[in-house]
């Protein structure tokens, strides 16, 4: 006859100490406790099915108590009696949950779990949770964690200026799946290799410079000898608006809304073959009512040469800018980023909100029945935002 274990007490368990090898202790009936070198004691349940012996991992001492460890043990003996295999009944179950819970619901969760164990200040907890509101939830908050892979991720954050918040939202997404992956409600974190995804080539990107070096930019565009006034105009008007160069410099009068203050491109001579409006700064207005003085065209920067009914060279900008000694650290369409930086860097605007101020064709997938006009009010903020930053700029750069 088989010898009984004698039934653990806390007092055993806390006592328990190995410092060369696994110590196991014996609970009886299939459970177990084993503590490593390390000090981790694990709950196991051991069992055979099939023929085979199995084991089953219940959690860790003390945050599974020796009553619930029994409970545990005791549900899986009950299914082994109904000829259930309780491995492949907890797989069935982590599978279960992931079919059924959000990656909002998954952050809530996290940000809960870690809030009461104290493991972050209260205040950084909440603020990250904020950054979750505003960069990861209008892309991913509805999607099911089953779904998630860093693939379907990665093809979103492509759209996303690589930026100190895209980090953090991309560490914070790692480390809920991690969370999960603890928590047993997935079997592995489907997002482990995320942060491949900032391993970019250097070379692919748009030359840029930082927010904080505008002021330089300014300054240096200002006292250039022969950069004419309307190229001056037109630089600023594309940092402004954040439209690509093609489409900043061909412009028509016919395109402004004075009404709704804003510009509305039409399909065609848009990159992502849609409509697009911009709302207008006072800043983008101060610049139109400077370029009225050129209306005997029908573009707002025509060319200079005469009869004036072609829009200026899109590579004006980029020109002038060579000369003024940014070759290779600074193009026209960078300046596209720069505002992209600053503006997710704020953390106080919706990713979808910036993204559609781009006008980034990012939701072929996730947003496709988002409707723009919920954001348009947003991005009008935002747009003004963006145009009193430019304008401190300008300041301290004239007072250099």
């Known amino acids: 006859m088989a010898k009984l274990a004698k039934p653990l007490s806390d007092k055993a368990l806390k006592a328990l100490k190995t410092t060369s090898k696994n110590a196991v202790l014996y609970d009886g009936q299939g459970l177990q406790i084993m503590a490593n070198i390390h000090g981790r004691k694990t709950w196991r349940f051991t069992y055979h099915f099939d023929g085979k012996r199995k084991l089953l991992t219940l959690g860790n001492y ?4 020796l009553a619930l460890a029994r409970e545990l043990a005791s549900q899986k003996r009950a299914l082994l009696a109904q000829g259930i295999d309780p491995q492949e009944h907890a797989k069935e179950q982590r ?10 619901e998954l952050a809530i969760l996290w940000h809960a779990k870690r809030t009461v164990r104290k493991a972050i200040k209260e205040e950084t907890a909440c603020k990250e949770f904020r950054r979750l509101e505003l960069h990861l939830f209008p892309y991913f908050g509805d999607w099911h964690i089953s779904e998630m892979t860093c693939k379907k991720v990665a093809q979103v954050f492509l759209d996303f200026p690589q930026s100190n918040t895209l980090y953090k939202v991309n560490n914070s997404l790692v480390q809920m799946f991690d969370f999960a992956e603890v928590e047993e409600i ?10 491949s995804f900032f391993d970019y080539d250097d070379s692919k990107q748009q030359p840029t410079i930082t927010p904080q070096e505008l002021p330089k930019l300014f300054r240096t565009i200002f006292y250039a000898d022969k950069m004419t006034k309307i190229t001056q105009l037109l630089i600023e008007w594309q940092l ?6 093609k489409e900043a410099s061909s412009l028509k009068w016919s395109d402004i809304d004075w009404e709704n203050l804003k510009i509305v491109i039409p399909a065609e001579r848009m990159k992502a073959k849609r409509d697009h409006d911009v709302p207008l700064s006072k800043q983008a207005l101060q610049i139109l009512e400077e370029m ?10 025509p060319t200079q040469i ?3 009914n072609k829009p200026i060279n899109s590579q004006t900008a980029n020109n002038a800018l060579k000369r003024i000694g940014y070759k290779n650290k600074l193009v026209s369409h960078g300046f596209r980023s720069i505002a992209s930086t600053y503006l997710h860097d704020l953390d106080q605007y919706s990713a979808q909100a910036i993204e559609l101020c781009l006008a980034h064709d990012s939701r072929s997938k996730v947003q496709k029945s ?10 009008q903020k935002i ?12 300041i301290e750069a004239l007072k250099a």
């Open 306 to 308: 005469a009869p004036y």
């Open 95 to 104: 599978r279960e949950r992931e079919r059924n819970i959000t990656v909002k």
């Open 292 to 301: 009225k003085r050129f209306k005997h065209s029908i573009y707002i920067f």
């Open 383 to 394: 747009m003004q935002a963006w145009g009193d930053f430019v304008e401190k700029c300008k």
């Open 186 to 195: 997935v079997v592995k974190n489907p997002l482990k290799r995320l942060h």
């Open 240 to 245: 402004l608006t954040m439209l690509r160069p």
């Open 370 to 379: 988002y409707d723009n006009s919920k954001k348009y009010a947003q991005r």
């Open 62 to 65: 003390p945050d599974i108590s």
